[in-house]
T-cell receptor, first 118, second 115 residues
């Protein structure tokens, strides 16, 4: 079974530029997550999709971050404009489903995109 | 808000020794507690998880214990091997509200196993 795919693996940009990350989840996984992992910290959830609908975006800095999941499969995360503090690893994860009452299924993570903002 | 604290931040053991990593959580409604291993340049990989209706779970050299009363859970690795060297993260599910079921991660423990 193929894992979660992400691209690019590395990205270096200057502040105020824009950047986009792409994620392809495991086939058949309805739920997709984007996390931000700052060096030396654990992953922090940015946004969660169930199929192509947003379930939780409470921690997404909506003034500069946006995400979409067209057709309920691939997803893109965009930052515009980038700030120095956005330097981090952006992880995509997927799971089979997110059930009512907060039933939690195993999340499978991709390798991440390492972003450096200069 | 919900919080997960993880200790120690670094742990160094000799090959063959045991390693223990401890986490505490603040949300009494949390009911799912996974542990992830992250190797350099890779994404986190689930190694074991436990749900609130179970006090202990074991998978070969890895075990997790949960004390819901004290809001503690721990990862135990026995007979450590150099390939166990990595950063380990604990997480707890959010128990209520719009983010129910989503995970709060600890800050990680860097485990080094010396041959």
């Amino acid at each position: 079974e193929a894992g979660v795919a992400q691209s690019p693996r590395y990205k270096i940009i200057e502040k105020r530029q824009s950047v986009a990350f792409w994620c392809n989840p495991i086939s058949g996984h309805a739920t997709l997550y984007w996390y931000q992992q700052i060096l030396g910290q654990g992953p922090k959830l940015l946004i969660q999709f169930q199929n192509n609908g947003v379930v939780d975006d409470s921690q997404l800095p909506k003034d500069r971050f946006s995400a979409e999941r067209l057709k309920g499969v691939d997803s893109t995360l965009k930052i515009q404009p980038a700030k120095l503090e956005d330097s981090a690893v952006y992880l995509c994860a997927s799971s089979t489903r997110w059930g009512s009452g907060g039933t939690q299924e195993t999340q499978y993570f991709g390798p991440g995109t390492r972003l450096l903002v200069l | 808000g919900e919080n997960v604290e993880q200790h120690p931040s670094t742990l160094s053991v000799q090959e063959g020794d045991s390693a223990v990593i401890k986490c505490t959580y603040s949300d009494s409604a949390s009911n799912y507690f996974p542990w992830y291993k992250q190797e350099l340049g890779k994404g986190p990989q689930l190694i074991i998880d436990i749900r609130s209706n179970v006090g202990e779970k074991k998978d070969q050299r890895i075990a997790v214990t949960l004390n819901k009363t004290a809001k503690h859970f721990s990862l135990h690795i026995t007979e450590t091997q150099p390939e166990d060297s990595a950063v380990y993260f604990c997480a707890a599910s959010i128990g209520y509200g719009g983010s129910q079921g989503n995970l709060i991660f600890g800050k990680g423990t860097k485990l080094s196993v010396k041959p």
